[in-house]
């Protein structure tokens, strides 16, 4: 059989082999998820599937002969939501953790651990209904796993990008620690003075504290820095709705 894959899905097939139609030998029995993954295309990353151009899913067996089809996952990609939510909330894996502090400064519930191994981010992603964000293919194969997203980019920059584009969340910017993801809650100047130096008591008046670990935060020396990526995330969320 053929299957034909979307370009946004041919980096993840091996260099040697990254055409966009691929023949792939079927036995009969093997699964249109099992073939895709042969590939090396994650199912997590691959979006509407076709077989001799009627739509089909995971569980579908090809014909030996069948000509295969498999889009990228439509941007913006819906996640399933609990009542009173409003936006999709994250796991990430150990190694985005500059990728969880962007999130959470713009205002996503971004849970991160630095020593968390890969059963165990399954595990909270599933209880807590968080997607999962990884650039380790293999965990986007675990079975159990509810849902999961592969992150592109190697800088932190692109990397939110993709995220927002990908999902356009709705945003709340300075709501949260970017170190423990608390919530943030204002905090009187007069209840913190003594744990401030002084020129940060002279300078500053607005400030607020973590409802979890207790940091406080205020708009720092990195402020101008902080409200570019804020700018720039909002935009990019503005924009990707505006394309629904």
């Known amino acids: 059989m053929t299957i034909r894959v979307a370009d946004e899905l041919l980096m993840f097939l091996p260099a040697a082999r990254r055409e966009r139609v691929s023949r792939v030998p079927s036995d009969g029995t093997s699964t249109l998820g099992h073939l895709v993954e042969s590939l090396g295309v994650p199912l997590p990353e691959a979006g ?7 739509p089909a899913g995971p569980s579908t067996r090809p014909d030996a002969g069948a000509e295969v089809r498999v889009a990228a996952v439509p941007r913006p990609q819906p996640v399933p939501l609990e009542p009173g939510q409003v936006a999709p909330r994250f796991v990430l894996d150990v ?8 999130m959470r400064l713009v ?8 020593d968390m191994d890969d059963p165990a981010l399954v595990v909270q992603a599933n209880e807590e209904r968080r997607v999962l964000l990884t650039q380790d293919r293999g965990l986007l194969r675990r079975r159990a796993l509810w849902f999961g ?7 932190p920059d692109d990397q939110l990008r993709d995220v927002l584009d990908r999902f356009a969340p709705v ?5 949260r620690c970017t170190a423990c993801n608390g919530e ?3 905090v009187d100047k007069r209840e913190i003075e003594r744990d401030l130096e002084a020129g940060t008591r002279r300078s500053y008046d607005v400030y607020g504290r973590c409802a979890g670990c207790g940091q ?13 990526i804020v700018h720039e995330a909002t935009r ?8 629904k």
Do not use: I
Not at 149 to 155: F, K, L
Not at 171 to 175: G, H, I
Not at 216 to 228: C, M, N, P, T
Not at 237 to 242: F, G, H, L, M, S
């Open 48 to 54: 509407p599937m076709t077989v001799g151009g009627e």
């Open 95 to 102: 190694h985005l953790g500059t990728l969880s502090r962007r």
């Open 236 to 243: 990019l969320v503005e924009a990707a709705t505006v394309a």
């Open 149 to 155: 997203a592969y992150v592109r980019g190697s800088r």
């Open 216 to 228: 406080v935060y205020w708009r720092g020396a990195h402020g101008g820095h902080l409200e570019k």
């Open 107 to 114: 205002g996503l519930d971004t849970a991160y651990h630095n």
């Open 184 to 186: 943030l809650v204002p």
């Open 171 to 175: 945003l709340r910017p300075w709501t």
